[in-house]
T-cell receptor
Framework: EAGVTQSPTHLIKTRGQQATLRCSPISGHTSVYWYQQALGLGLQFLLWYDEGEERNRGNFPPRFSGRQFPNYSSELNVNALELEDSALYLC?????????????FGPGTRLTVT | AQSVAQPEDQVNVAEGNPLTVKCTYSVSGNPYLFWYVQYPNRGLQFLLKYITGDNLVKGSYGFEAEFNKSQTSFHLKKPSALVSDSALYFCAVRGSGNTGKLIFGQGTTLQVKP
């Protein structure tokens, strides 16, 4: 069974630009989650999508947004990039009824903002 | 507020010795608890979870965890450590309600020496 995949592996952007990160969940999983792992800040919950809808978002500004497509893959967009957005962005997926099931993580996208 | 604490930044053990990585939690309601492991430049790998039932939970790669409600702890254990177990370990708790959010501890680096 293929795991969660993310692309690109690395992304280098300049401050003020926009970044788009992509995630494909495990086959059969309908929920997709995004987390930010920044140095010194640990793992922070960003967004949760299920069945194409945004179900919850963490304490991040609106320039962090995303969507989930009909095939359950997902995209995270970060607008007006700031230096502190540099981090590893992890996508995870699970069966629906999110609380009952573990989340399976992808390898991450390393975003560097210069 | 819900939270997870991993009191040790690093744990050092000799190969073949038992290991324990500590985790305490604070939640309202019943806790849903998880352990993940992260190898360098990789995403998180799910090890085990506690939802309900037996206080001793067995997981992947010979790891197990003991849930203790009175001490609000969920310590990760392994009877005999391997050098290949050296990695960063995260304890997590599900956020209250069906939020999709996992709240992570700050992580504990496990170093197993030959």
């Amino acid at each position: 069974e293929a795991g969660v995949t993310q692309s690109p592996t690395h992304l280098i952007k300049t401050r003020g630009q926009q970044a788009t990160l992509r995630c494909s969940p495990i086959s059969g999983h309908t929920s997709v989650y995004w987390y930010q792992q920044a140095l010194g800040l640990g793992l922070q919950f960003l967004l949760w999508y299920d069945e194409g809808e945004e179900r919850n978002r963490g304490n991040f500004p609106p320039r962090f947004s995303g969507r989930q497509f009909p095939n359950y893959s997902s995209e995270l967009n970060v607008n007006a990039l700031e230096l502190e957005d540099s981090a590893l962005y992890l996508c995870a997926s699970s069966w629906s009824l999110a609380g009952l099931y573990e989340q399976y993580f992808g390898p991450g996208t390393r975003l560097t903002v210069t | 507020a819900q939270s997870v604490a991993q009191p040790e930044d690093q744990v050092n053990v000799a190969e073949g010795n038992p290991l324990t990585v500590k985790c305490t939690y604070s939640v309202s309601g019943n806790p849903y608890l998880f352990w993940y492991v992260q190898y360098p430049n990789r995403g998180l790998q799910f090890l085990l979870k506690y939802i309900t039932g037996d206080n001793l939970v067995k997981g992947s790669y010979g790891f197990e965890a003991e849930f203790n409600k009175s001490q609000t702890s969920f310590h990760l254990k392994k009877p005999s450590a391997l050098v290949s177990d050296s990695a960063l370990y995260f304890c997590a708790v599900r956020g209250s309600g069906n939020t999709g959010k996992l709240i992570f501890g700050q992580g504990t680096t496990l170093q197993v020496k030959p």
